[in-house]
């Protein structure tokens, strides 16, 4: 397996457009999450996903942020308008169903805002 | 919800020497503890776990320790190399609804200097 695919790797846009990150989860896995890392807040969890649904969406900054998977092999984060606070590395992880497994990272996409 | 703390925020030592980064946490019910590498342009990868049934865990020059009375574990890391140099980031998970959440620390960089 290829590992968790995330695209594109750096964003860079405009302060009010719409931005969409995608994510492929390793194959088999049921557990998506999307994190969000800044140097000052460290990584945050935003959404995760357990066999498709969004179980636990608390970490979600504001209403402009949104996630979706519409099947078990693709996930996307969209941002709203977008703000130049927003600019971050935004992460997805993928892991299997069982308590304390381990969650594979992608590598990351950079987001800029202008 | 559950806090970690990390200390320190950087530290550099020489080629061969050990690091020790250490963390604590807030949830008594958290129960899985990882610890992730991070280098740079990269997600974060796994390098060791434990869980709260055993108190250390080795891994070649790798180990972890777990004090779940005083609620903090630490990563230690022997004879050094210069491929060690990343930043480290540990994370607790707790059991039960919310066991497939990890909250991450801050994170250390480590410098490893030849």
């Known amino acids: 397996d290829a590992g968790v695919i995330q695209s594109p790797r750096h964003e860079v846009t405009e302060m009010g457009q719409e931005v969409t990150l995608r994510c492929k989860p390793i194959s088999g896995h049921d557990y998506l999450f999307w994190y969000r890392q800044t140097m000052m807040r460290g990584l945050e969890l935003l959404i995760y996903f357990n066999n498709n649904v969004p179980i636990d969406d608390s970490g979600m900054p504001e209403d402009r942020f949104s996630a979706k998977m519409p099947n078990a092999s693709f996930s996307t984060l969209k941002i709203q308008p977008s703000e130049p606070r927003d600019s971050a590395v935004y992460f997805c992880?993928?892991?299997?169903?069982?308590?304390?497994?381990?969650?594979?990272f992608g590598q990351g996409t950079r987001l800029t805002v202008v | 919800g559950e806090n970690v703390e990390q200390h320190p925020s950087t530290l550099s030592v020489q080629e061969g020497d050990s690091a020790v980064i250490k963390c604590t946490y807030s949830d008594s019910a958290s129960n899985y503890f990882p610890w992730y590498k991070q280098e740079l342009g990269k997600g974060p990868q796994l390098i060791i776990d434990i869980r709260s049934n055993v108190g250390e865990k080795k891994d070649q020059r790798i180990a972890v320790t777990l004090n779940k009375t005083a609620k903090h574990f630490s990563l230690h890391i022997t004879e050094t190399q210069p491929e060690d140099s990343a930043v480290y980031f540990c994370a607790a998970s707790p059991s039960g609804a919310g066991s497939y959440q990890l909250t991450f620390g801050k994170g250390t960089k480590l410098s490893v200097i030849p």
């Open positions: 992880a993928s892991r299997t169903t069982g308590p304390n497994t381990e969650a594979f």
